[in-house]
C-alpha cells in the first residue's frame, strides 16, 4: 500500500495543498492516489460498489497512526464532507461515513454529520478537470450550527484531496462558527 506517512510530519503535502487558503491546525492523507492503483480501486468500491467496510478499515488503520499526533488532541469532533441529501438517497450512504465512524471510535472523538450541510446538487467531481473542481462555489455548502459549537476544533474529513477545493469549501463554511478551529484528514492524497 502506498503510505503518505504524513502524520510523521506536519508540512506535509495534504497541509502544503492549503497553505495560503484555509488556516489550518493540522492535515493528513493516509495514502496515496494513483490513476490505475490499489488506492484509486479500493476507493472505486467504496465510493461507487456499496464496500463501506473499506472505510471503516481505513479509519481504524489511520487512527492507530493519528494518536501519536498532539494537536489532534483537542479536536471535538469530526465532521464528514457531506453528500447533497439528493445523492445520498442515490448512493445510498455517504462514502466517508464509516472511516469517519472509525476514526471517532479509534481517537475517542464524537463524529457528527449534521454539522455541515451540502446546498447545492452537483454532478461527481470524478470526470471534471482542475479548473472545473476549483469552481465550487462558497455557497454549496454551510454549516448549520449555535453558540454550543463556538471555539470547537473540528475534524474535517473526506475520502481523495484532489485540488482540496470541496475541502476549501467546507473548511470556510466551518470556519464562519465564532473562534473555530480546523484541521483536515483524508483517505487519499492525488497528485494533481
Same mark, same amino acid.
Given at each position: 500500500?502506498?503510505?503518505?506517512?504524513?502524520?510523521?510530519n506536519?508540512?506535509?503535502?495534504?497541509?502544503?495543498?492549503?497553505?495560503?487558503? @484555509?488556516?489550518l491546525? $493540522? /492535515?493528513?492523507?493516509?495514502l496515496y492516489?494513483?490513476?490505475g492503483?490499489?488506492?484509486?480501486?479500493?476507493?472505486?468500491? !467504496?465510493?461507487y460498489?456499496?464496500?463501506e467496510?473499506i472505510?471503516r %478499515?481505513? =479509519?481504524?488503520?489511520y487512527?492507530?497512526?493519528? +494518536?501519536?499526533?498532539?494537536v %489532534?488532541?483537542?479536536? #471535538?469532533?469530526?465532521?464528514?464532507?457531506?453528500?447533497?441529501? +439528493?445523492?445520498?438517497?442515490?448512493? =445510498?450512504?455517504?462514502?466517508?461515513?464509516?472511516? =469517519?465512524? /472509525? !476514526?471517532?471510535?479509534?481517537?475517542?472523538?464524537?463524529?457528527?454529520?449534521? !454539522?455541515l450541510v451540502?446546498?447545492? $446538487?452537483?454532478?461527481?467531481?470524478?470526470?471534471?478537470?482542475?479548473?472545473?473542481?476549483a469552481?465550487?462555489?462558497?455557497?454549496?455548502?454551510?454549516?448549520d450550527?449555535n453558540? *454550543?459549537?463556538?471555539?470547537?476544533h473540528? @475534524?474535517?474529513? #473526506?475520502?481523495?484531496?484532489?485540488? =482540496?477545493? *470541496?475541502?476549501?469549501?467546507?473548511?470556510?463554511?466551518?470556519l464562519k462558527?465564532?473562534?473555530?478551529? !480546523?484541521?483536515?484528514?483524508?483517505? /487519499?492524497?492525488?497528485h494533481?
Open positions: 500500500m502506498p503510505f503518505t506517512e504524513h502524520h510523521l506536519p508540512q506535509n503535502e495534504t497541509f502544503s495543498r492549503f497553505y495560503g487558503r @484555509l488556516p491546525e $493540522y /492535515a493528513s492523507s493516509l492516489f494513483h490513476k492503483g490499489i488506492v484509486q480501486q479500493l476507493i472505486h468500491n !467504496l465510493k460498489r456499496g464496500h467496510e472505510g %478499515l481505513m =479509519g481504524e488503520w487512527a492507530h497512526d493519528l +494518536k501519536s499526533v498532539d %489532534l488532541q483537542s479536536v #471535538d469532533e469530526i465532521i464528514p464532507v457531506p453528500l447533497h441529501k +439528493k445523492r445520498l438517497k442515490e448512493r =445510498g450512504y455517504n462514502q466517508v461515513a464509516e472511516f =469517519g465512524k /472509525a !476514526l471517532a471510535e479509534g481517537l475517542d472523538i464524537k463524529y457528527n454529520d449534521t !454539522l451540502k446546498d447545492a $446538487y452537483t454532478k461527481t467531481q470524478t470526470r471534471k478537470s482542475l479548473l472545473d473542481r469552481s465550487i462555489t462558497d455557497t454549496a455548502f454551510h454549516a450550527f453558540n *454550543t459549537d463556538d471555539g470547537k473540528l @475534524l474535517l474529513i #473526506d475520502d481523495v484531496i484532489t485540488t =482540496g477545493s *470541496t475541502l476549501e469549501t467546507c473548511g470556510r463554511a466551518l462558527i465564532p473562534d473555530a478551529k !480546523l484541521s483536515i484528514v483524508t483517505i /487519499a492524497y492525488a494533481t
